[in-house]
Structure formats: C-alpha cells, structure tokens
C-alpha cells in the first residue's frame, strides 16, 4: 500500500540537469501531501521541496530557483526538477507521501527507497 519508487538520480556535473521521478502505487490524489527529502553522509535528513493536495509547494532555501517540484496525476507520479546543481546537492533522495486514514485525522507516512544523486565539482 502506498508504494512509492524513486529514479533518474545519478552523476552529473556541476551546473548540469537531472529529474527524478517517484511513482505512487496508487493514485496520488490520495495523498494530501507529497514531498521529495534528502540525506547525505553523515547529515540528517532534510526537506528539499513539497506539494500539497491542493497545489501548493514549499522548496528549501537552498534550492529556491533552481528546483521545481511538479505532480502527474494521468501517471500517479512527482518530479523534481533539478538544475544549476551544486555538489552540495549530492545526496540520496527520497519520495514522500502522506495519507488521512481516519475520520480523527490520523495519517500514514509513505517512503521510497532513494535515489543517488551526486554532482561532481
């Protein structure tokens, strides 16, 4: 239930381009938010950029401008567009999606597996 998978991570220089996309097992209207995360070495995991059900996105600062979070609902799937990448965005990235399960508002929190980025200097 609420499989999430991650691709398109990879290695690229700096200033280049990649897109990750996750695709959702079920259809991503069932999600009230939909978010990508990421985790370096030795570094917490950390909020890059989210998008809620009704179309509102928050980015990080350190990615305001460059990155671009987007939803695909004939696909069930999220992107994040990634441009003028640094090296200080390498890290493993994460799709993340949330649920209401109950009429109390309880919700169920979905991951996936990571992907890798890593831009070279």
């Known amino acids: 239930q609420g499989q999430l998978v991650e691709s398109g991570g990879g290695l690229v220089q700096a200033g280049g381009s990649l897109r990750l996309s996750c695709s959702a097992s079920?259809?991503?209207?069932?999600?009230?938010?939909m978010a990508w995360y990421r985790q370096a070495p030795g570094s917490q995991r950390e909020l890059v950029a989210r998008v809620t059900s009704d179309g509102i996105t928050n980015y990080a600062e350190f990615v305001k401008g460059r990155f671009t979070i987007s939803r695909d609902f004939a696909n069930n799937a999220i992107y994040l567009q990634m441009s003028s990448l640094k090296p200080e965005d390498t890290a493993a990235y994460y799709c993340y999606a949330q649920r209401v399960i109950s009429v109390e508002g309880a919700r169920a929190t979905h991951w996936g597996q990571g992907t890798q980025v890593t831009v070279s200097s």
């Open positions: 079920r259809s991503i209207l069932n999600f009230d938010t």
